[in-house]
């Protein structure tokens, strides 16, 4: 009898919480078993960065058992390092986790992978940018794999109103892996009940995805280019701002343009525009021979519209209320065009967000009015809301506060905001003629402003702290002005990265600048109802 010493082809299926790990893993074995072969599956349940991500290990012998003359293989229950020959994820993150725990290698491990991110607890908390670089991501699956198919599987999810886990059957059909032909996976997933069509969709867009790929040379190396160099859909620029700006900043300045425009009217968006010359104006000034590609007013052109178009309730109001987000609910819960669908959207407003739009001898009455009532021990007041968007009263009520958009300007926010902008801006203005560096990290510090509530208001007094106490000083002492540009990134840096303010209050320090003030925070006593029950029960 013919010896065997083929061995098993081992993959490790990874997919988040809900995402059917289980039930690939269970068609790839009903594959096997349809198609002659043995198989054998197990799951890993375990604790990944978003908590609730499972691997699934399968092995599959590439001889059919009817050639193996009664003799069946033995299975391993674990992969081994180094020795995986697929390695199949649903998400770009997880597979490199994988990667790192040493899984996979370059000289034997495929990697199918989707491109798609679902991000992390710990990237969310960031008050900065803090995802991870894609590119990097796809540079370790490149570095670590013998070949590699990297695709959208949650673009093709959503496209086939199917589950991702029908799309990842198909990648794993398409590049060849296994020996069972297309026909022997669709015959399964035809088994698989009401869903079946669906899953019969994802799985073709993923199979051919991966054939066309297979027909292509440097994959990873087209995908990090793109990465890299392919421009999202673009604003559309006025032709006279064109003109007028140069070319390096057309990108970033048509989309705050159009946003500000929508945000408010035409007359903001001119505002903007204002802003964004006499920064120009003074880039141009401080670096006459534009060594630096007008790297202040690109970003500039950035943090001002995105301050500028701040969040509010009238914001609010506005965007839940839009045709473009009924429709991706609809798509969402692939709701058919016979569905009845409800949706209801939970507010809470409290006396700060109806303060804004007030005038300010109005505003300040209110919010004095909800500082008393904090002083006496009860909590800020707010108005809880929820609204069915799918009726007409519900729907009747958002576009009549998204109407109020015109009566903005009027609003106590709406002027402090613009004092705060210009604040920034004639920083940056001043900065940059004395100082091009120390202008641009500044204007760096727009990342700052970000969020709502008290994260906004903290992000605005930050960046005044170290405008007024790191920066500004450099103009009455040019000789500092390079320190001082190191010494406003790191207050930047550590701003974003402590949210609670510790660090940044160090590197102040550090550089000579006094630590933000200390805000007074009224003390809530609250009654303890076991010890006055204690006090009234008789000794």
Same mark, same amino acid.
């Not at 059919?64 to 033995?74: F, K, N, T």
């Not at 959207?345 to 007030?358: I, N, V, Y």
């Given at each position: 009898?013919?010896?065997?010493?083929?061995?098993?082809?081992?993959?490790?299926?990874?997919?988040?919480?809900?995402?059917?790990?289980?039930?690939?893993?269970?068609?790839?074995?009903?594959?096997?078993?349809?198609?002659?072969?043995?198989?054998?599956?197990?799951?890993?349940?375990?604790?990944?960065?978003?908590?609730?991500?499972?691997?699934?290990?399968?092995?599959?012998?590439?001889?059919?058992?009817?050639?193996?003359?009664?003799?069946?293989?033995?299975?391993?229950?674990?992969?081994?390092?180094?020795?995986?020959?697929?390695?199949?994820?649903?998400?770009?993150?997880?597979?490199?986790?994988?990667?790192?725990?040493?899984?996979?290698?370059?000289?034997?491990?495929?990697?199918?992978?989707?491109?798609?991110?679902?991000?992390?607890?710990?990237?969310?908390?960031?008050?900065?940018?803090?995802?991870?670089?894609?590119?990097?991501?796809?540079?370790?699956?490149?570095?670590?794999?013998?070949?590699?198919?990297?695709?959208?599987?949650?673009?093709?999810?959503?496209?086939?109103?199917?589950?991702?886990?029908?799309?990842?059957?198909?990648?794993?059909?398409?590049?060849?892996?296994?020996?069972?032909?297309?026909?022997?996976?669709?015959?399964?997933?035809?088994?698989?009940?009401?869903?079946?069509?669906?899953?019969?969709?994802?799985?073709?867009?993923?199979?051919?995805?991966?054939?066309?790929?297979?027909?292509?040379?440097?994959?990873?190396?087209?995908?990090?280019?793109?990465?890299?160099?392919?421009?999202?859909?673009? @604003?559309? /620029? =006025? !032709?006279? #701002?064109?003109?007028?700006?140069?070319?390096?900043?057309?990108?970033?300045? $048509?989309? +705050?343009? %159009?946003?500000?425009?929508?945000?408010?009217?035409?007359?903001?968006?001119?505002?903007?525009?204002?802003?964004?010359?006499?920064?120009?104006?003074?880039?141009?000034?401080?670096?006459?021979?534009?060594?630096?590609?007008?790297?202040?007013?690109?970003?500039?052109?950035?943090?001002?519209?995105?301050?500028?178009?701040?969040?509010?309730?009238?914001?609010?109001?506005?965007?839940?209320?839009?045709?473009?987000?009924?429709?991706?609910?609809?798509?969402?819960?692939?709701?058919?065009?016979?569905?009845?669908?409800?949706?209801?959207?939970?507010?809470?407003?409290?006396?700060?967000?109806?303060? @804004?739009? /007030? =005038? !300010?001898? #109005?505003?300040?009455?209110?919010?004095?009015?909800?500082?008393?009532?904090? $002083?006496? +021990?009860? %909590?800020?007041?707010?108005?809880?809301?929820?609204?069915?968007?799918?009726?007409?009263?519900?729907?009747?009520?958002?576009?009549?506060?998204?109407?109020?958009?015109?009566?903005?300007?009027?609003?106590?926010?709406?002027?402090?905001?613009?004092?705060?902008?210009?604040?920034?801006?004639?920083?940056?203005?001043?900065?940059?003629?004395?100082?091009?560096?120390?202008?641009?990290?500044?204007?760096?510090?727009?990342?700052?402003?970000?969020?709502?509530?008290?994260?906004?208001?903290?992000?605005?007094?930050?960046?005044?702290?170290?405008?007024?106490?790191?920066?500004?000083?450099?103009?009455?002492?040019?000789?500092?002005?390079?320190?001082?540009?190191?010494?406003?990134?790191?207050?930047?840096?550590?701003?974003?990265?402590?949210? %609670?303010?510790?660090?940044?209050?160090?590197?102040?320090?550090?550089?000579?600048?006094?630590?933000?003030?200390?805000?007074?925070?009224?003390?809530?006593?609250?009654?303890?109802?076991?010890?006055?029950?204690?006090?009234?029960?008789?000794?």
């Amino acid at each position: 009898m013919m010896q065997v010493t083929t061995q098993p082809i081992s993959l490790l299926l990874c997919a988040l919480g809900g995402e059917g790990g289980g039930i690939l893993t269970d068609w790839l074995v009903e594959t096997a078993r349809h198609a002659g072969y043995a198989a054998q599956a197990t799951s890993i349940p375990g604790v990944a960065q978003r908590t609730g991500a499972t691997t699934y290990y399968l092995e599959v012998f590439p001889v059919p058992l009817s050639d193996l003359g009664g003799r069946r293989p033995v299975f391993g229950l674990n992969p081994l390092p180094g020795r995986l020959d697929a390695l199949v994820s649903s998400e770009l993150l997880e597979t490199g986790r994988q990667i790192t725990n040493g899984l996979a290698s370059n000289d034997h491990t495929l990697v199918i992978t989707s491109s798609a991110r679902s991000l992390t607890t710990g990237e969310k908390m960031v008050m900065g940018d803090g995802r991870r670089d894609n590119a990097e991501l796809l540079q370790l699956v490149n570095t670590h794999s013998r070949s590699r198919h990297v695709l959208d599987m949650a673009a093709l999810t959503q496209q086939a109103g199917t589950v991702v886990s029908a799309v990842m059957l198909g990648a794993i059909a398409g590049s060849g892996l296994l020996p069972f032909c297309r026909r022997e996976y669709e015959t399964v997933i035809g088994e698989s009940g009401g869903s079946a069509k669906a899953s019969l969709r994802g799985f073709a867009l993923a199979f051919d995805a991966v054939n066309a790929q297979r027909t292509q040379s440097a994959y990873i190396d087209q995908v990090l280019a793109h990465e890299s160099e392919a421009p999202a859909q673009q @604003a559309v /620029l =006025p !032709e006279a #701002l064109r003109r007028e700006f140069p070319l390096e900043v057309h990108d970033l300045m $048509a989309l +705050g343009h %159009a946003r500000v425009r929508d945000y408010q009217n035409a007359a903001y968006g001119e505002r903007y525009v204002q802003r964004l010359r006499r920064v120009l104006a003074a880039e141009q000034a401080g670096d006459p021979q534009h060594l630096h590609g007008y790297r202040t007013t690109r970003e500039m052109a950035r943090w001002v519209a995105l301050w500028m178009a701040f969040d509010d309730i009238v914001l609010v109001a506005d965007l839940k209320s839009r045709a473009s987000r009924q429709a991706r609910v609809r798509d969402e819960v692939k709701a058919g065009g016979d569905d009845l669908l409800r949706v209801f959207d939970h507010f809470k407003p409290g006396a700060p967000e109806f303060a @804004a739009m /007030l =005038p !300010e001898s #109005l505003a300040q009455r209110v919010l004095a009015w909800d500082r008393r009532r904090v $002083a006496q +021990g009860q %909590a800020p007041w707010a108005l809880p809301l929820k609204i069915g968007t799918h009726s007409v009263l519900g729907m009747l009520a958002l576009r009549t506060l998204a109407a109020c958009k015109r009566l903005r300007p009027m609003g106590s926010r709406f002027h402090t905001e613009q004092a705060l902008i210009d604040r920034w801006v004639d920083a940056v203005v001043r900065l940059s003629e004395a100082h091009g560096p120390l202008g641009h990290e500044v204007a760096l510090c727009g990342r700052l402003i970000k969020g709502y509530g008290t994260t906004n208001e903290r992000g605005k007094d930050n960046l005044l702290h170290i405008i007024d106490h790191l920066a500004l000083p450099a103009l009455a002492d040019p000789g500092s002005a390079t320190q001082r540009c190191a010494a406003v990134a790191a207050a930047r840096k550590n701003a974003l990265s402590d949210e %609670a303010g510790k660090a940044l209050d160090q590197t102040l320090q550090q550089h000579g600048a006094p630590a933000r003030p200390v805000k007074a925070q009224p003390i809530r006593w609250q009654h303890n109802p076991r010890l006055k029950a204690k006090a009234a029960t008789p000794s």
